[in-house]
């Protein structure tokens, strides 16, 4: 065995756990993403409304971007095509008409309705496999991991 080979298979703990969460997290995401496939959806669309959804129906793109994680101007290609399926709406900021504001639509409503219950299902299915003291455990570590990071 070479020294780089020895270096990426030889990890300290923390590398092992790290590499183990984003392997876990990427095959639970897969679960998701493949329920939103075969109900013929986007994912990370999905994602844009369940966001507006949260922050009570209306929410500046600045703001959605950030909580979705993406740039200011990537949001814009994840709204168009929301946008023109009838998800949801932009209109001018009532107090600031430089700004826009995004309202998600009765039909984007009605889509999340009818669709988040099989997705939560399969999610669900898959962290079945962790009791709930397990699930409790798991959820303090990530939550205290992300405050962690969060201050950096």
Known sequence: MDELQKYVLELPLPNEVFFAMVSATAN???VSEKYWQAQRLNGARIRV????????GTILPS????RIGVTKANI??????LEKDGYINRADHALDGRKTVISITETG????SEQLPGNREAVANVMKRLNE????QLLGLLNKLSEHTRER
Request: without cysteine; neutral net charge.
């Open 49 to 56: 409304l369940v966001e507006i959804a949260k922050h009570g």
């Open 133 to 136: 003291t397990e699930l409790h």
């Open 109 to 112: 409503r009605k889509l999340l």
């Open 63 to 66: 703001l959605l971007a950030e």
């Open 28 to 30: 639970t995401v897969a």
């Open 76 to 81: 814009s290609l994840l709204l168009t095509p």
